[in-house]
């Protein structure tokens, strides 16, 4: 088990570095940045001692060496839009994104496993037929539409939820929370079930369609010769079995989520890293597009190294590393 | 010794149907027969006969659409065909263990062998603690002869290999010392050499535990050594039923002679191995008049107009017109 953990982790370093270098080649492909720094008035020497002060005259290997030295350490420069650390920006805006994601997550865990379950052992009766066709209009619908009809009924029509923003946030330490007050509660609702929808929708058909075929398995019929009562079959015996490709989704799932939460937030006014990388690529703001390339990868590698690890306490058969 | 004026199984013309859009196939026809504790009962025939079938439909696991239409089983005297899938659950494995084909296959590859034997003995003594159940799984494994049982108990089935996996799977079927074991082809997926010790092993604990087993599969190797009585099966009906040695040594059913007569003898090199030309028909081809007539080397005219039923021949039954009046 801790062979198969090492080997995972050697796996994941070699992604960052690969996934490094493609945000340093950004940099090398915008052009030269002392010509966006300077102005008219630098003079050819002041230029050649930015040059020499911020390395560009070093080799490339040099370079690439340390921007992977600085980005390990979270040092990611200033931002050419305002100036200010990158890593700040990011941190800012870090715990909302998050939030929203864990949320819209653990609610199409909460959703999408049971129904899924019910939809394959009910099946052909009325209600999963509905689940089943409901499903699709969820798998169809883009996300932004769900947002603004949700904001249509539930904020301007029926006035219960804000329609934008985040309400009070409560800060322990660099994180600022939205869970523990009243109105950062009532704001995630409406982002979050707009955000989790499909989500939900993927997992329950993803849960059905394992279900049926591990329902059909020898193990799942002998089972039931050997007496064991239905529920304990369902959720011990086949829901287990089926929890490989749903944790691979989910994993996936948060990920994309971090990375292209932005629509919704953008709908939303939701104050995350998408609405921080929309206005980084409207300024051509290279330093914020970096970091949040590596630390989008870098949670991408992340939760694909905690899924390895995660099927191996699933299925004992993966534990021996080979 | 046993007693064997009681039965453990009665089985009275069994029924079994599967509807479909083309009408009604009728996948098991009129079986009757009864196995007594510690009896073991052989189930041949060839792939399709209905001999698997019928042990499902005794365990009430057919799956749909198919159903039981006419006939009833018995279980210790109790009616148990019409019960309902609640009631079954508390039948199948406490009365009715069983054996399936694959060891590869029937165990779920996620929990450890322990906790698939507490699980199952659990569930049918909801009395014993988890620890007394740990206990009796030890001591189940040890009783089919898995060596360093308190050891092996907390291993994944994977862990085994397909011979150890089948005792496994014989150790869940007795988990609750059921009345009777089905044993679906429990050999078939094991090498020749593991075979005799998985038989072996089936017919002591059998003897021992007084259960009665009902023996499916196609090898009458496995009949031979193992079972005390023999029932062939033809396109889903009985044909013939008795003692193995009488079936085997002195078949009265053509098609049962013709399956002896394929079994080839060891160390005799023949040109051609001898088999029984045709096919089974199809349960919705089946012919007027005895099913095995269009491959019967002694068919006469009877024989593809009416229907046999079984007869008492000797020490057993067979339904053939030979021992019932002639073919003419």
Not at chain 2, 174 to 183: D, F, T
Request: charge should be neutral; charged fraction near 20%; glycine fraction near 8%.
């Amino acid at each position: 088990m801790i062979a198969f953990v090492l080997k995972k982790l050697a796996n994941a370093a070699f992604v960052m570095l690969a996934v490094a270098f493609l945000a340093f080649l950004i940099f090398r492909l915008a052009g030269d940045p002392v010509d966006m720094m300077s102005t008219e008035q630098t003079t050819e020497a002041d230029r050649e001692l930015l040059r020499e002060k911020l390395g560009l005259n070093d080799s490339f290997l040099v370079q690439y060496a340390r921007f992977v030295g600085n980005a390990a350490q979270g040092e990611f420069g200033i931002s050419y839009r305002n100036g200010q650390d990158v890593l700040g920006l990011i941190a800012e805006r870090f715990p909302a994104t998050m939030e929203l994601v864990i949320v819209a997550t653990v609610l199409s865990l909460l959703i999408g496993l049971p129904l899924g379950v019910l939809t394959a052992i009910k099946r052909g009766k009325w209600y999963s037929e509905v689940l089943q066709f409901g499903s699709i209009i969820g798998v169809s619908l883009p996300s932004f539409v769900v947002g603004i009809l949700l904001i249509l009924v539930f904020s301007v029509t029926l006035g219960w939820l804000p329609a934008f923003g985040r309400g009070d946030v409560v800060n322990l330490g660099w994180w600022s929370t939205g869970l523990l007050t009243r109105s950062g509660l009532m704001a995630l609702v409406l982002p979050s079930i707009s955000l989790s929808l499909y989500q939900i929708t993927l997992i329950m058909r993803l849960v059905r369609a394992e279900m049926l075929e591990v329902m059909r398995s020898d193990y799942v019929k002998f089972a039931r010769a050997r007496g064991i009562s239905r529920y304990k079959i369902y959720f011990r015996h086949a829901l287990r079995n089926c929890l490989m490709p749903v944790v691979t989704l989910t994993a996936m799932n948060i990920g994309t989520l971090i990375a292209f939460a932005l629509i919704t937030e953008t709908v939303f006014q939701w104050p995350g890293m998408g609405m921080l990388f929309i206005q980084a690529v409207t300024f051509i703001d290279i330093p914020v597009m970096a970091a949040y390339l590596c630390i989008v990868a870098f949670i991408f590698v992340f939760l694909n190294t905690m899924v390895d690890i995660t099927y191996a306490v699933i299925d004992p058969r993966l534990r021996s590393a080979n | 010794m046993l007693d064997t004026t009681e039965t453990c199984l009665e089985v009275h013309n069994l029924t079994v149907e599967f509807p479909n859009r083309h009408g009604i196939l009728t996948a098991l026809n009129d079986i009757s027969l009864e196995i007594r504790p510690g009896e073991i009962l052989g189930m041949v025939g060839e792939s399709g006969a209905g001999k698997s079938m019928t042990g499902l439909a005794i365990q009430g696991l057919l799956e749909h659409p198919g159903r039981i239409a006419g006939g009833e089983v018995r279980l210790a005297g109790r009616r148990i065909d019409a019960l309902s899938d609640q009631e079954m659950e508390k039948i199948r494995g406490r009365e009715i263990g069983a054996i399936f084909q694959d060891p590869l296959t029937s165990l779920n590859p996620l929990f450890t062998v322990g906790s698939q034997l507490v699980e199952t003995i659990r569930q049918h003594m909801p009395d014993k603690s988890r620890s007394a159940a740990r206990e009796r799984a030890i001591g189940l494994l040890k009783e089919v002869g898995i060596p360093a049982p308190a050891e092996r108990v907390d291993h994944y089935p994977h862990q085994f290999s397909g011979g150890m996996r089948q005792r496994v799977v014989i150790a869940l079927a007795l988990a609750a010392e059921p009345r009777l074991i089905i044993a679906d082809e429990p050999t078939t997926a094991l090498d020749v050499s593991i075979q005799a010790q998985i038989t072996g092993l089936l017919r002591r604990l059998c003897k021992e535990h007084g259960t009665a087993v009902m023996l499916v599969t196609h090898d009458m190797g496995v009949i031979a050594e193992t079972a005390d009585r023999v029932a062939v099966m033809y396109a889903g009906r009985l044909i013939e039923i008795g003692l193995v040695d009488t079936v085997l040594k002195n078949p009265a059913h053509p098609y049962t002679k013709g399956l002896m007569a394929s079994i080839p003898a060891l160390g005799a090199r023949v040109e051609h191995l001898h088999q029984i030309d045709g096919a089974m028909p199809r349960l919705n081809a089946i012919p007027q008049g005895c099913a095995f007539n269009p491959r019967c080397p002694m068919a006469g005219p009877r024989c593809r107009r009416d229907r046999p039923t079984l007869v008492p021949t000797g020490t057993g039954a067979a339904a053939c017109w030979l021992h019932d009046g002639g073919t003419e």
